[in-house]
C-alpha cells in the first residue's frame, strides 16, 4: 500500500515539528526568565538601592509585615514594609531585604532571596526539559534542563526553610 505523504512531505512535517517544539521551548524559557526578572533585579543589582533588615511582625496568605530598619547608606527607617509573598517566612524573623523604588513594599535578599526570585525559571527549565525530551527527542538535553530546574527549585526551597 503506497503511503499517502511522499518522502519530502515527511521532511517538511519534521522539520516544521522541531521548529514549532523550539519555538514553545524557548518561550517557556522567556516567560521563566520574565517570571524571575520582576523580583531578580532586585536581589541582584543592589547598588544604591536600600538594603536593611525587617523584623517580621504579621503574616497573612499573601504578604507579611514588619519595622524596616536600614543597613545601607541613604537609607530611612520605614515603620511597616510589605513583603509580597510569606513562603518561608515566619512572624519573629529578621530576614535582609532590598527595598523596591518608590514603595514601601521589599523584597528578601541574600542566597535565599536569589534562588526564591529565580525560583519560575526552574519551572520553566523542567517544563521545558519534557517538551525538548517529547517533541524535540533530544534526550540528554531534555536531562540537563529539567535537572538545572529540579536543582534551583530544590535549593530555593532549602533554603527558604
Known amino acids: ?3 499517502a505523504v511522499s518522502p519530502q512531505g515527511t521532511v517538511v512535517l519534521r522539520f516544521g515539528q522541531r521548529a514549532l517544539m523550539t519555538v ?4 517557556i524559557l522567556v516567560g521563566g526568565v520574565w517570571g524571575s526578572w ?3 533585579q532586585y536581589v541582584m543589582l543592589t547598588k544604591g538601592r536600600e538594603r536593611g533588615t525587617v ?3 504579621d503574616c497573612s496568605r499573601d504578604a507579611c509585615t514588619g519595622p524596616y530598619r536600614p543597613v545601607s547608606a541613604g537609607s530611612v527607617a520605614r515603620a511597616r514594609v510589605r513583603l509580597d509573598t510569606s513562603v518561608g517566612v515566619r512572624t ?6 532590598v527595598v523596591k523604588p518608590d514603595a514601601d513594599e521589599v523584597v528578601r535578599s541574600g542566597p535565599a ?3 526564591f526570585a529565580w525560583l519560575p525559571l526552574g519551572g520553566a527549565l523542567v517544563l521545558a526539559g519534557v517538551v525538548v525530551a517529547g ?6 538535553t531534555a536531562w540537563v534542563m529539567g535537572g538545572a530546574g529540579l ?3 530544590t535549593a530555593a526551597f532549602v533554603a527558604l526553610q
Request: aromatic share 0%; charged share 15%.
Open 55 to 57: 523584623a517580621v511582625t
Open 92 to 97: 519573629g524573623e529578621v530576614l535582609t531585604v
Open 135 to 140: 517533541g524535540l527527542r533530544m534526550r540528554r
Open 151 to 153: 536543582a534551583l527549585v
Open 113 to 115: 532571596g536569589v534562588l
Open 38 to 40: 520582576g523580583t531578580a
Open 24 to 27: 514553545v521551548t524557548g518561550l
Open 1 to 3: 500500500m503506497p503511503s
